[in-house]
T-cell receptor, first 114, second 112 residues
Framework: EPEVTQTPSHQVTQMGQEVILRCVPI?????FYWYRQILGQKVEFLVS????????KSEIFDDQFSVERPDGSNFTLKIRSTKLEDSAMYFC????????????FGSGTRLTVV | GENVEQHPSTLSVQEGDSAVIKCTYS??????FPWYKQELGKGPQLIID?????GEKKDQRIAVTLNKTAKHFSLHITETQPEDSAVYFC???????????FGAGTTVTVRA
């Protein structure tokens, strides 16, 4: 069964450093998402991406965040200057264009900012 | 935006008993309601979903019901097994903005 692949599974970084979280969505999917889950809290929407541009972003997704699809297969989330409160699980998801449904989530990257 | 409330936050059941998790949503335009199971260290895995034109859907031991008038939907797990222990999330999908709004999750523990 096709999977959404995320790397790394765990990233530890110092406050103020830049991090890039990587995702390989399912190959025929055209809509891509990043969600975040702070420990013990809800899964929260960060950003959606379609046709090489952001289609929607949440209030959380401020100027320190950016997304990119650099090469047609990877989908990355960059956090420019990490803060302690960025520590969370980050999930990438993708879905096909032929239906509004059918999200597939990756297994996540646990980001720890120290 | 959509707001999804989920109850209970924790649920402990004896193996073989049923588990029921309930969710409400705020936006009547939401038209798709998936349920996800999340095991430790893994991403959410879709276990069942229901669209707004259907009132009930069943897949083996799992069923979901939807009441559009009351804006609530429920997950029912029958004959629970230890491997059903996990965190379960409900979600609602607004077709005009294509993103999922999640409930806070229910930690289900099945006692052997």
């Amino acid at each position: 069964e096709p999977e959404v692949t995320q790397t790394p599974s765990h990233q530890v970084t110092q406050m103020g450093q830049e991090v890039i979280l990587r995702c390989v969505p399912i190959s025929n999917h055209l809509y891509f998402y990043w969600y975040r889950q702070i420990l013990g809290q809800k899964v929260e929407f960060l950003v959606s991406f379609y046709n090489n541009e952001i289609s929607e972003k949440s209030e959380i997704f401020d100027d320190q965040f950016s997304v990119e699809r650099p090469d047609g297969s990877n989908f990355t989330l960059k956090i420019r200057s990490t803060k302690l409160e960025d520590s969370a699980m980050y999930f990438c998801a993708s879905r096909t264009h032929t239906t509004n449904y059918g999200y597939t989530f990756g297994s996540g990257t646990r980001l720890t900012v120290v | 935006g959509e707001n999804v409330e989920q109850h209970p936050s924790t649920l402990s059941v004896q193996e073989g008993d049923s588990a029921v998790i309930k969710c409400t949503y705020s936006d009547s335009a939401s038209n798709y309601f998936p349920w996800y199971k999340q095991e430790l260290g893994k991403g959410p895995q879709l276990i069942i979903d229901i669209r707004s034109n259907v009132g009930e859907k069943k897949d083996q031991r799992i069923a979901v019901t939807l009441n559009k008038t009351a804006k609530h939907f429920s997950l029912h797990i029958t004959e629970t097994q230890p491997e059903d222990s996990a965190v379960y999330f409900c979600a609602a999908f607004l077709s005009n903005d294509y993103k999922l709004s999640f409930g806070a999750g229910t930690t289900v523990t099945v006692r052997a």
